[in-house]
């Protein structure tokens, strides 16, 4: 695509490299998904989900290695404080964390002795904590883990304290959570609702919260619906723009909901993430591949 920026408003024109262009870097997957970006390193890990296993792109080689051969049905990625790997799984219904030597450890699994249904994306706060959407994607089809009833009954948002293991509820009322990003100040947290799939008349749209001292959540509302298709993974950059996946690429969303422009894609775009030595090349996991493309705006410093 030679022109994959569209402007919709004068504040996207200054977020645009004026000779960027869209690069494919890694083709041949099934769904790709849950991009995390490691600068010491070097590296972009993804998830193929239909696939069950991980691959690694290597920034300097640009070759694409297996990470792992079997990841459960990995989906969303993220890093933790210490930089270890943290990770969804589908088909075991966990969220896992990878260990320097490489051995993994299991970080919840369960909720009041209920399994969960199938963890979605993950996000680390400064403080240790970790957040996590669970809807049931991997429980409505064998393409991402298996087929299986929800022991939970609804589709929840969790924290999770490492340090003594407690998993808390931050969010019941969803229908299918997904995506989720905090702010570079961690006073917002964005959660996507992605309930358009599989129900037509479902919800399609990013709601933000207030974030208590004491962890929980306030105040939620509806930010903004995005359109065609489904939001599905977001990021923010260090101005606090939204940048959030659609069926027609990315969307730049302001703070305040106003969409202001378009990063096309020649596929869906499923998530994405910023990378790169100055954390301003975007990464879009496209359904079958990933893309990559420069952008004159700083991803937020999260996990």
């Not at 407690?166 to 964005?190: H, M, Q, W």
């Not at 709601?207 to 509302?221: A, I, P, Y």
């Amino acid at each position: 695509m030679e022109q994959p920026f569209e402007v919709l408003d004068p504040r996207f024109a200054k977020l645009r490299p004026p000779v960027a262009k869209l690069e494919l870097i890694h083709t041949g997957c099934r769904f790709t998904e849950g991009a995390v970006y490691f600068g010491d390193h070097r590296c972009l890990l993804f998830s193929d989900v239909p696939s069950s296993r991980m691959l690694r792109w290597d920034e300097d080689t640009g070759q694409v290695t297996t990470f792992r051969a079997n990841s459960n049905f990995s989906n969303g990625n993220t890093r933790d404080c210490e930089g270890r790997l943290v990770t969804c799984e589908h088909s075991t219904r966990r969220v896992t964390r990878t260990e320097y030597d490489g051995s993994i450890t299991v970080l919840a699994e369960r909720w009041q002795g209920k399994r969960f249904n199938s963890p979605n994306d993950v996000v680390v706060k400064s403080d240790g904590t970790i957040w996590f959407t669970d809807p049931s994607y991997g429980l409505d089809q064998y393409f991402e883990g298996g087929r299986g009833e929800s022991e939970i009954g609804r589709c929840n948002v969790y924290r999770l304290d490492p340090r003594d293991g407690s998993i808390e509820v931050v969010a019941d009322d969803f229908s299918r959570p997904n995506g989720l990003a905090f702010s570079p100040d961690e006073r917002k947290l964005y959660i996507v609702d992605s309930g358009l799939f599989p129900d037509p008349d479902g919800p399609h749209h990013i709601r933000v919260f207030d974030v208590s001292e004491k962890n929980t959540l306030q105040n939620g509302k509806i930010l903004t619906d995005v359109s065609p298709g489904i939001p599905d993974g977001l990021r923010l950059d260090t101005r606090g723009n939204i940048w959030c996946s659609a069926a027609d690429g990315v969307h730049c969303i302001t703070a305040d909901g106003e969409l202001i422009g378009k990063i096309h894609t020649p596929e869906i775009c499923a998530n994405l993430v910023f990378g790169g030595p100055m954390r301003n090349r975007l990464f879009m996991c496209s359904y079958t591949s990933i893309y990559a493309i420069y952008v004159e705006a700083i991803g937020a410093l999260r996990p």
